[in-house]
Each structure stands twice: as C-alpha cells, then as structure tokens.
C-alpha cells in the first residue's frame, strides 16, 4: 500500500528550506543504526542543501562512512558536464566529504541510456541484496525530489510510458520533455516509492503555479510520486499556492 498521506511543510526562504531539509536528512541518518541509503535528486533546487552538508554543523555530525549515496534520474553527460546531476552533488559536497565508494553516480559512459538504466538497476539490486522489491525493506532511507515546470520528477515526464513502468527499477529516456534537452536515466516509480521518506524541495516563485497543479492534478508524475511510507513537500513561501480564503 502506498502511503496516501502527503504532509506539506511550509518555511520562509529558500535559506530556511535547504536547513530544513539538511535537518531531516541528518535524522534521517541518525535513526539508522547502520548502512543509510539517500537517493539524491538534481536540478537547482537542492544545490544550496548540497554545500550546507558540507559545512558545519552537518558536516561533522554526518557519519560519512556509513552513508551511501545514490540519484534519481541523471542526464546522459559525463560526470564533468556543468549539466550532470550527481557532477553537481560531487562537486557540491560529496567529492569533499564521502568516501567514494559510497558514491554511485549513473553509469553515463554505457553505450547507450538504456544499457546505463540495466547497469545501474544492477548495482541497485546488488546493494539492496533482492532482485525484487520488498515492501517491508525499503531500498533508500531517504528520496529527496524535485518538481519540474511540467509536472515531471525525477526524469519522469508526464504522457511518457516510462511513468507506467512497473517491473524495471531504471529506465532510459532517449528524449527529455523539457530542457535541457539531453537523454536521461531515470529511476522509476516502485524504486522511488521504495523509501522510509521521500522529501521534495519546492522553493520560489516559479514554483508556486505547477505546485498548485501538482497537489490538484494526481496523474502528474510528481504527483504520482510517493514514498510506501512517508512523504513530505517541503515549500517555501514563494512557492505556496495561494490560500483560499472562505
Ligand atoms: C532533473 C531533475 C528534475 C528536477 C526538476 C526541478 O534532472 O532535471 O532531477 O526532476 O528535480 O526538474 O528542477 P529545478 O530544481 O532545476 O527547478
């Protein structure tokens, strides 16, 4: 069963969003006695989490060592590429603070998105120890998620047939819906939804339109996106939808 409930959690700025956000990452590994698995996500919105983890407090307080780190979806560039979402959680925080064995980027030098999608399906499924998902054991501990101008998450684009997926754990999209305009891998819906807590970052102004859609419209991708367990919007007030006075 999916966990219905979406919690939305306002704060002031986007300052106040990613300490939040790196408040609950950091409970998030401290509950865990052991291993953690955070699926990380791209685009601008986490970018200021990203540095604040590699500052104090966060920094010192993180168990770096028991604490791995994976990514949603990716476009399909090398990891030095101004546009690769882990290049920009590496260069953030991650290539200063984590063992890099603790890292796992998407493979971006198979042949092709789809190939990169099984080769990363197939660290996924060696890490977790099962070739299928096990509702009592969550894959990540934590997936951080953000929402685009469409509608889309992760790299999964509202209308495309990658959103229906229901048996593979990654796919390739050969074409993106909304720039930049470059092949993705992306993790699919049951990956995703097999978390403890899934956490989106929504923060200003542009958000607010495609928020209120989001939270109106549940066949959007972002909408259609939920932890088994727990999930949490995380919104600045930019972002807000308007409140609808009686
Ligand atoms: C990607 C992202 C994507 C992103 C949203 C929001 O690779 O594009 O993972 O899902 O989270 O598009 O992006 P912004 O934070 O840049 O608005």
Redesign the pocket.
Known sequence: MMGDKRDIVEVSDAEALADAAAQRLLACIEAQPDRTAICL???????RLYQLLAEEPYRGRIPWPRVHWF?????FVSLDDPLS?MGMAKRAFLDRCAPPDRVHPMPVDAATPEAGAERYAAALKTFYGADHLNPAKPLFDLVL?????DG?????FPGYPAIEETSRWVVGVEQ?H?A?FVP?I?LTLPTLAACDEMLF?V??H??RAILTRVLEDPTLPAARARSRNKTTFLVDAAAMPERKHA
């Open positions: 996500t791209g685009g601008s919105s986490p970018k990514i949603g979806d990716d476009r979402n998620m953000g929402i685009g101008p889309h998450t992760a790299s999964l993106a909304v930049p993705r992306t970052l923060s200003g542009d958000k």
